[in-house]
């Protein structure tokens, strides 16, 4: 038998002959066998249908030759095997704008996943959250694509520090649930290539090596089998060279789907396998195609495979370990975001005599939805759990909930202060699996559930699917009413996964704090948040607006609907609508001040530099961001956009200089006539601030 196994150390050139000979050694069976997964049911019906309970063969592998099978596992909350490091779910980390926190996750990830014997993972989710109603929209970092890419492209690189395979989700326009697996997305060109893609782009070219294609339709074609995306665009105009693989079950309709540029149908062989076998010996599918895929799977799996590994070896014991957990805990104290305080935050754990805690989500393990991201980590540490540890026995803790409205308020009224946490768990807002949903195989097959345990949801309580409202649910909003009516200060905690609208309840508060899906340490971070042992440094990854209405058109049951151009802050800056609370928007325990912007013409691009001083008496961490108004002679654009970020540390009375640099290229627009990118000449503005409406008070013009 010839051994064509990977071996470390390989040199590109020998990776490049090894690739060859096994395409010129493998048969045509052999081939069309690596371009799907294999014997995923079978694992899964054997775990019980537990979802990561195994690492799943996901493409690639040829015994005979040595070759073996790629491992897939998912995220990007975490590895969903086994018990993982469960860090804050994507939109939280959006939140902390921390790109060097982003990588470093990503490194802990990958750890994690070679430690659990997987080499690709499925993590970077950056789906543009077009709407808030989106289940699945924990998922991804926000609505901006400059921030979508950055911090993908830092988890992409993080993830494939130590030989991990990143890929990055879902390609193309997956921004809703419940018909995300008939839906089709009509967009035109510039609002595709200016709004929905250049994060995909920035995080290839940052290395990110796979990419996995969306359920759904673009413009009348499954993007699983879309040439348009998945080679005009991907591989022709980006020079993309490594592989492309389906969503699971559902992720292509038809073995053109090869030709169209996808290389791997995951987890089993439904649409390619025996089907594309036949395609290719009666001459539909050119050999070429087959050779071609094999080549780009090949060639990224072994690039990988035959590198240097960081570590010596990777045992079982670095999955959760205290570095990793540590780092769970920091992502959700940077993420924590302060919406609202009128003097009620941080407490003083010396005068708090007694503590009212109100709600059901505060003592429940909530750390996001029960899909595909889901980790199961060694503890979770709850909202209550944490003030409880925090505060010890020196502080009365009192409890309650929209069971009882009317003892939850009684138990309060002599309180020093009250937190009622609120928000949403799985039922609400999560990864969509439709009910009569049995993975492209007789439900036989795949044998009985396991029985639920206590720590596992229902199937009603996993169902997930889009929002059916942007606010609170009703006794939520009736237990803030009433703890708000006792007259002792109030903190509402937001647990959601993107926006929750505020209306009717918010002014009655004293603040308000979205902390998001924290993680297993997140009840840790919001004590410490709370008590002022951290000070927030959390900004809105997206816009809260006043009503629903001032959000794009959104039908989760929809056959067609249109992505235009305008969402997010953008689209109510051109309809001149005010948010509740604006994209960037996020408050301190300090205060800072902004001056001294600079901005110059350089070869590639702009230079820009601010000044930041820390005007508060405690210890700081602000997000400067920079947005650039366009001339909007030639075609109408955004009144501005986000450009560039960057968090910095400062000490009371410390002042820093910070720079940006913004190339020209993420200045163009796309031209729909020639179908490529032009400099729009004339006089762009610069803004710099604290979020996209404090920016408006420090600009600057600049002649390009």
């Given at each position: ?20 000979q ?29 979802w ?12 005979r ?29 959006g ?75 879902h ?21 595709l ?38 080679t ?16 699971w ?90 919406l ?129 409202h ?38 009655k ?48 049951d ?44 350089t ?55 910070v ?46």
């Amino acid at each position: 038998m010839t051994d064509l196994a990977p071996i470390k150390g390989l040199s590109p050139e020998a990776i490049s002959a090894r690739v060859d000979q096994i395409l010129a050694e493998a048969s045509l069976s052999e081939k069309v066998r690596m371009m799907s997964g294999k014997g995923f049911f079978k694992l899964l019906a054997a775990s019980g249908r537990r979802w990561g309970a195994d690492p799943y063969p996901a493409g690639s592998g040829i015994d005979r030759l040595g070759v073996p099978p790629l491992f897939f596992t998912d995220g990007p909350r975490g590895v969903a095997r086994g018990h993982s490091t469960c860090f804050p779910c994507t939109m939280a980390r959006g939140a902390s704008f921390d790109v060097d926190l982003e990588r470093r996750i990503g490194e802990a990830m990958s750890i994690e996943i070679r430690a659990q014997d997987c080499t690709l993972s499925g993590a970077v989710c950056v789906n543009l959250l077009r709407h808030p109603a989106w289940g699945r929209a924990q998922e991804t970092y926000g609505e901006d694509p400059c921030l979508l890419g950055q911090m993908g492209a830092a988890l992409s690189v993080g993830l494939q520090t130590h030989n991990v395979i990143a890929t990055v989700k879902h390609f193309a326009l997956n921004s809703m649930e419940n018909a995300r697996f008939k839906v089709d997305v009509r967009i035109d060109e510039r609002a595709l290539h200016e709004v929905y893609l250049p994060h995909f782009k920035t995080i290839l070219d940052a290395g990110c090596a796979s990419v996995m294609s969306a359920y759904n339709q673009m413009n009348g074609a499954f993007c699983g089998q879309n040439r348009t995306l998945l080679t005009d665009i991907l591989r022709v105009e980006w020079g993309f060279d490594g592989f492309v693989h389906s969503d699971w079950v559902m992720g292509l309709r038809h073995v053109s789907a090869a030709s169209a540029g996808l290389d791997i149908e995951n987890p089993e062989p439904l649409v390619f396998g025996k089907h594309l076998l036949a395609a290719v010996e009666a001459g539909q599918i050119e050999p070429q195609v087959i050779d071609q895929a094999c080549r780009r799977i090949l060639s990224t799996q072994y690039r990988f495979a035959c590198a240097e590994d960081p570590l010596p070896d990777y045992p079982l014991d670095l999955v959760a370990q205290p570095a990793h957990v540590a780092l769970a805990l920091e992502a959700a104290e940077k993420s924590a975001t302060l919406l609202r305080n009128e003097g009620m935050l941080p407490l003083n754990r010396g005068e708090l005599r007694k503590l009212a805690v109100l709600g059901r989500l505060a003592n429940k393990e909530n750390t996001g939805d029960f899909g595909s991201s889901r980790v199961r980590p060694p503890y979770v540490v709850t909202p209550l759990q944490g003030l409880e540890l925090a505060l010890g026995d020196s502080t009365l803790i009192v409890t309650g909930d929209e069971g009882d409205i009317a003892a939850a308020a009684a138990a309060s009224r002599d309180a020093d202060a009250i937190i009622v946490v609120v928000g949403y768990t799985a039922r609400e807002e999560g990864e969509f699996i439709p009910e009569d949903m049995t993975l492209g195989v007789a439900s036989d097959d795949l044998g009985s559930p396991a029985p639920p345990s206590s720590n596992e949801p229902s199937a009603e309580e996993a169902r997930g699917g889009d929002r059916t409202h942007l606010g609170l649910p009703a006794d939520q909003i009736a237990l803030i009413d009433a703890a708000c009516a006792t007259g002792r200060p109030v903190l509402v905690v937001l647990v959601a996964g993107s926006a929750v609208l505020v209306e009717g309840w918010y002014d009655k508060t004293a603040a308000i704090l979205q902390t998001f899906y924290s993680g297993m340490e997140g009840g840790t971070a919001l004590a410490r948040v709370v008590l002022g042992q951290v000070n927030p440094s959390g900004k809105l990854p997206f816009t809260v607006a006043t009503d629903p209405d001032h959000y794009p058109f959104f039908d989760k049951d929809a056959d067609v609907i249109t992505y235009d151009y305008w969402h997010g802050y953008t689209k109510l800056a051109r309809e001149t609508i005010a948010p509740r609370f604006c994209f960037g928007h996020g408050l301190s325990y300090a205060h800072y001040g902004y001056r001294a912007l600079r901005v110059r013409r350089t070869r590639t691009g702009i230079e820009a530099h601010v000044s930041i001083t820390n005007l508060g008496n405690r210890a700081g961490e602000e997000i400067a961001q920079l947005y650039v108004g366009f001339p909007g002679t030639l075609v109408e654009r955004p009144a501005k956009v986000l450009k560039g970020f960057q968090r910095v540390a400062l000490e009371p009375g410390q002042t820093k200089t910070v720079r940006f640099d913004i190339d020209l290229a993420d200045l163009a627009y796309r031209d729909p006539v020639t179908h490529t990118w032009r400099q729009e000449p004339g006089v762009h503005r610069i803004y710099v601030g604290g979020s996209s409406l404090l920016a408006d008070q420090l600009s600057t013009r600049i002649s390009l």
